[in-house]
């Protein structure tokens, strides 16, 4: 899939992956994500010595929610190559609680090209959300 992404989107997510701390799997990634007021925030990997790092994705959405939204429009991830670096299985879920079904989630290759373009459905088929825990 080809597409155009915003300059200054592909910028943010370079940036933001540039400043990634990943001493031991040297696989930086960025996460931007477009909050339902319009506001970006950026997020980028963490590891740590025992392996539990941050995702980019999470620490992103953390940022969001730090700043009193609820709700994903858009989300971005930027790895280190020409692959896809899709959010995992846990990021995935992340996502999930804030996403509605017009999120859609982006996945750019290391220059900011457009790899694929998912709707939250297709990133997480038959995905647990939380209308599935009110009684």
Known sequence: M??????D???ELIAVRERAYAPYSHHPVGALVIGESGRRYAGANVEVAHYKGLCAEASAIAALVS?????LREVYVI??????CTPCGDCRQ????FATPETRIRVVDARGRLLRDYSMEALLPDSFGPENLKL
Request: charged content about 40%; hydrophobic content about 30%.
């Open 79 to 84: 790895g280190p190559g020409e692959h896809l």
């Open 94 to 97: 992340r996502i999930r609680e």
């Open 9 to 11: 989107i592909v910028g």
């Open 2 to 7: 080809s597409g155009e992404i915003e300059a």
């Open 67 to 71: 700043a009193g939204e609820r709700e």
